[in-house]
């Protein structure tokens, strides 16, 4: 946990000294980079059997639960992506 927390305070200072430079290319590579890690996850998911062979005991409400999570999620990054968008076009 604690090499997390310094990789993301070495991102802050690193991006705090860096903050003068338009780097345009950031926000495709983050983009690039959390569909792999989504498609990485599911991966491992896949072949996990003792994972997939529970999936019937989970049940369509553990389904239809985790779906409504992940599209509240986008459905609000989303949002949020384009108020911040919208401020920053403004300025």
């Known amino acids: 946990m604690f090499i ?23 926000h495709g590579l ?20 003792s994972v997939v062979s ?6 369509f409400q553990a389904f239809l639960l985790a779906t409504g999570g992940t599209l ?3 459905l609000a990054a989303w949002l949020l992506w384009l108020i911040v968008k919208n401020k920053s076009t403004e300025e």
């Open 72 to 74: 509240g999620s986008v």
């Open 54 to 59: 529970q999936f019937p005991k989970f049940g």
């Open 4 to 26: 997390v927390l310094a990789f993301m305070i070495a991102g802050i200072a690193v991006g705090y000294l860096l903050r003068r430079w338009k780097m345009r290319f950031i």
């Open 30 to 49: 983050i983009l690039t980079l959390i569909w792999l890690l989504l498609f990485l996850l599911g991966l491992e998911i896949g072949a996990n059997e």
